[in-house]
């Protein structure tokens, strides 16, 4: 990924259709997130080349508040979903959205902070891994899960 130190800022996630789950909607969230992570990537590759440390690091705050925000909001209509389905890995489904959504606010915590070695390109990676994670294979099961079911009585 290149930097604002490079003069030239290419996306930390630049969209694929492959990545398509084929649930519209939770397609298009899942869209919408990697905007949401790519606008937090540009806010700490601003905060990293910026010397007044406070704007750039304000921006990175607000970045990752809207990013969270939207992660929660996408979490509690997934599992809604997976709910109407019967999904047989609820439970544990729900659990890593949980786990994933805490370790998001403890790093917001620590960016918000003295912890300003938390702002680096290391936890883009960790944001970028994670993504793909959810969206690859946590998220593919599901709709894997949800095409199997006889389409006259699976939910929307």
């Known amino acids: 990924m290149a930097s604002l130190r ?12 492959e990545w398509c789950i084929g649930i519209d909607w939770v397609d298009a969230d899942h869209h919408e ?9 540009d806010a700490v590759n601003a905060a990293l080349d910026d010397d007044r440390d406070g704007e750039a ?27 109407r ?20 606010i403890d790093l917001r915590r620590a960016l918000a902070g003295d912890s300003a070695d938390e702002l680096d390109l290391e936890m883009l990676a960790d944001i970028k891994r994670w993504f793909f994670n959810h969206v690859i294979a946590e ?6 899960y949800y095409r199997s079911l006889p389409q006259d009585s699976a939910p929307e």
């Open 85 to 104: 389905i019967a999904y047989p890995a609820y439970e544990g489904h729900c659990r890593a959205h949980y786990m994933e959504v805490a370790e998001l």
């Open 33 to 41: 997130m990697a905007m949401r992570i790519n606008r937090l990537s």
């Open 139 to 144: 998220d593919r099961a599901y709709a894997d």
């Open 6 to 17: 490079g003069g030239s800022m290419t996306e930390l996630l630049s969209w694929h259709d």
């Open 57 to 83: 690091k304000s921006l990175v705050l607000r970045r990752m508040d809207e990013l969270i925000k939207h992660i929660r909001a996408h979490f509690a209509v997934e599992e809604d979903f997976l709910r």
